[in-house]
């Protein structure tokens, strides 16, 4: 369920906006606080975080928790970015900490396969493939 917003500020509206610049890349609370300060925008990061949480009670922004070592993610999805039933998985790089979405069948397969044979239901904006990246498996090989 989404919700109205409640108040249609500048900070709110340019706040959406860079998000909406970001749009399939996932981003923290300080890469926005980082981006205003580096424009010279003042916007608190109490704001930041304000206005990210309401932008994902209206279903404007996904929010992922990925580790309790590693600040919560946010990702604009107003636009369809995600398949329609919202489910995404990721990868997450141990080297380099990128991360990755995984919208591929045979991890549906593997969900289905959970949920069928034994009962267990993945959330998928909690699952968490770890490994490293291609850029850093490139790297480890090497070495």
Same mark, same amino acid.
């Given at each position: 369920?989404?919700?109205?917003?409640?108040?249609?500020?500048?900070?709110?509206?340019?706040?959406?906006?860079?998000?909406?610049?970001?749009?399939?890349?996932?981003?923290?609370?300080?890469?926005?606080?980082?981006?205003?300060?580096?424009?010279?925008?003042?916007?608190?990061?109490?704001?930041?975080?304000?206005?990210?949480?309401?932008?994902?009670?209206?279903?404007?922004?996904?929010?992922?928790?990925?580790?309790?070592?590693?600040?919560?993610?946010?990702?604009?999805?107003?636009?369809?970015?995600? /398949?329609?039933?919202?489910?995404? &998985?990721?990868?997450? @790089? *141990? $080297? =380099? #900490? +990128?991360?990755?979405?995984?919208?591929?069948?045979?991890?549906?397969?593997?969900?289905?396969?959970?949920?069928?044979?034994?009962?267990?239901?993945? /959330?998928?904006?909690?699952?968490? &493939?770890?490994?490293? @990246? *291609? $850029? =850093? #498996? +490139?790297?480890?090989?090497?070495?």
């Amino acid at each position: 369920m989404t919700m109205k917003p409640k108040y249609k500020t500048k900070q709110r509206e340019v706040i959406l906006s860079y998000i909406k610049q970001t749009s399939g890349k996932h981003i923290t609370a300080g890469d926005v606080c980082d981006y205003f300060k580096e424009q010279g925008t003042p916007i608190g990061q109490a704001t930041v975080y304000r206005q990210l949480e309401s932008l994902v009670d209206e279903g404007i922004v996904n929010k992922y928790n990925i580790d309790a070592n590693s600040p919560a993610c946010f990702e604009y999805v107003a636009d369809g970015e995600h /398949d329609s039933d919202g489910i995404c &998985f990721h990868a997450k @790089c *141990e $080297e =380099c #900490g +990128k991360l990755i979405h995984l919208h591929c069948e045979e991890i549906l397969k593997i969900r289905d396969h959970l949920s069928e044979d034994h009962g267990f239901v993945l /959330d998928p904006k909690r699952t968490v &493939f770890y490994g490293l @990246c *291609e $850029e =850093c #498996g +490139k790297e480890e090989r090497s070495r």
